[in-house]
Structure formats: C-alpha cells, structure tokens
C-alpha cells in the first residue's frame, strides 16, 4: 500500500499544482501585473508548493531527512537527470544571464546550505530567512534586468497563460479550492507512504527522499522538459531548471526551516548529498565552456545522466 500511497500523492500533488498555476496566474492577471512578473514570481512560487507541502509536513512530523532529502534530491535530479535526459533528445543553449546571475546565485545558495547545515546540524528560522531573502533579491534582480530589455528564461508561463486569460472569479476560487485541497492530500499520501516505504524496506527516510520522493516531485520538470525539447523549445528547460533549484532552497527549505527548523540527523545528507548537489551544480560551467561554448550538448547530457546512475546506485541505495 506504501507505493499506491506514494504514486497517489505525486498525482495529487502534480493535478494541485497545475489548478494553483492557474488559479494564481488567473489572479495576477486581473491585476494587469506583467507576464515577466507573473512568471517569475508568482509562478515560480505556485510551481514550488508541492515540495514545500511535503517539507513541511515531513518536518513536522520529525522527519528531516524526507524535508532535506526531497529538496536535495530534486535539485541533483532537475540537473542531473533532466537536464541529462533533455540535452539527449536536443542540444540546450546557455544564455549569458545564466553566466553571469542564475548559476551563480545557484551556487551561492547550495554552499550557505552546506555551511548552516555543517556548523550546528540544523536549518534554524534565520538561516531559512537569510536563504529566503536572497530568493527575493534574486527575483527583484531579475525583474529589474527584464524591464531593462535583457533576455532571461526563468518563466514558466507556456501556454498556461491562455487559459487563465479569460477565467472568470468564480473559476479561479474553484482552482484554487480544487489545488489546495490536492496538494494538502497529495503532501499527506506521499509522507505517510514514504516513511512507510522506509519501515518496509528497511532503509532510512533519507534514501526514500533522496530517491523515490525527489524523482517523484521531479517528473513534472522531466516531461515538461522533454516535451519542450521534442518541439524544438530549446530556450525553455535551462533557464528554468536552475530557477527550480535555487527556489527549492529559497522558498522550500528557507520558508520550511522560518516555520520549523529542520534538523540533520542522517550526516550522509551532508557529507554526501549536499556535496554531490554542489558538485554537479559546479560542473555546469566547464561543461557549457568546453569545448563548445553555450551548448550541453548529448556528449554532456550523457555525462550527467551517467553521474546521475553512479550517484543513486553507489552512494544511495548502497549506502544505507
């Protein structure tokens, strides 16, 4: 029953966040706020409240190595394994604010969580704010180079726009009745049937987090990504693929540990995940320089698909 549990709440999770998206850029619009706002806030936010849900509630419940895990776990996937997998299909280009903003702002965020993390063994409430206020500077940066006429890809609007365009007030209630109500259930059938995963199999919470959780709550970008790369949409998966991770140390852990501070007690989480995060975060830059510059290209999407597979076959599921 763990895994219908488990596959039930992704399900849930990825049918509340779709109405969310809608709901919240059917709002935004009625705002008459732009689309480069839309989607770089309030987008991005909704897209990122499934794996706060479940963080949340994995915290609350005592179980941090699931909250860390989950968002860990997701970002080496979002690079890793999607961005692998899609440069596969078709060659992704780097745009220069990458170079010079989102990558190193990325970057930025996995050390100071490595560092809060290996000094005391806890993501305390001003820890979570300091990483949620760089979420916001971030943004604000972002927003400001966009009105100047710079070029960024982090918005993730496709063709949601459409359909919320012309939604009516009663429409977008039911959304966002119809998208809490999903991601709360969703948030409890994914917690509940991976902590009892972890009791039936016999590991810890973190290779459930690490593994099953965070490529769960990562199928959303994989397909999205795979979709994007089969129309040809060759600007759309970088941009948001580091977006997605530095949100989910921003506003997941960093909203997560403001609420309740998340605690390590499974020190492979440090010693091992977060530094293989950074690493594979890291490689992006002579990867996208050499030898042809601004292109992952299917020579390096292999090289990350195939650390991806080291990754969870040797320092995951052999590793308990």
Avoid: C, H
């Avoid at 005391?120 to 180079?145: K, M, R």
């Avoid at 119809?178 to 009791?199: N, S």
């Amino acid at each position: 029953m763990s895994i219908f549990y488990i596959i039930l709440g992704l399900v849930l999770l990825v049918v509340g966040g779709e109405y969310l998206v809608r709901a919240s850029v059917g709002l935004s619009l009625k705002f008459n706020l732009s689309r480069i706002v839309i989607g770089m806030t309030v987008v991005s936010f909704a897209t990122s409240l499934p794996e706060l849900l479940v963080s949340m509630k994995a915290a609350f419940e005592g179980s941090p190595e699931l909250a860390l895990g989950n968002v860990v776990g997701s970002n080496i996937a979002n690079i890793a394994l999607v961005l692998g997998a899609t440069a596969i299909l078709t060659p992704i280009f780097i745009k220069k604010v990458s170079y010079k903003f989102n990558i190193p702002v990325m970057l930025l965020m996995s050390g100071l969580l490595y560092y809060f993390l290996k000094n005391d063994l806890i993501l305390s409430f001003t820890e979570g704010l300091i990483l949620f206020i760089l979420l916001i500077i971030f943004i604000y940066v972002l927003i400001n180079y966009a009105s100047q006429g710079g070029e960024v890809s982090l918005d993730e609007l496709g063709e949601i726009d459409d359909a919320a365009a012309g939604a009516g007030i009663v429409k977008i209630l039911i959304w966002l009745v119809i998208g809490g109500v999903a991601l709360w259930a969703g948030a409890e059938f994914l917690v509940g049937g991976a902590k009892e995963l972890a009791r039936q199999v016999g590991v810890s919470e973190r290779i459930i987090g690490v593994s099953v959780v965070a490529i769960g709550t990562s199928i959303p970008e994989l397909a999205a990504s795979i979709i994007s790369a089969l129309k040809k949409e060759k600007d759309l998966s970088f941009g948001n693929l580091v977006g997605s991770n530095i949100f989910n140390i921003g506003s997941v852990l960093g909203i997560t540990a403001m609420i309740k501070p998340i605690g390590v007690t499974n020190m492979k989480l440090i010693n091992l995940d977060i530094l293989w995060m950074m690493g594979i975060s890291a490689l992006i830059i002579p990867l996208a320089i050499l030898p042809k510059r601004n292109k992952i290209s299917w020579v390096k999407g292999s090289i990350y698909l195939i650390l991806y597979i080291v990754y969870m076959y040797f320092f995951v599921f052999l590793t308990k």
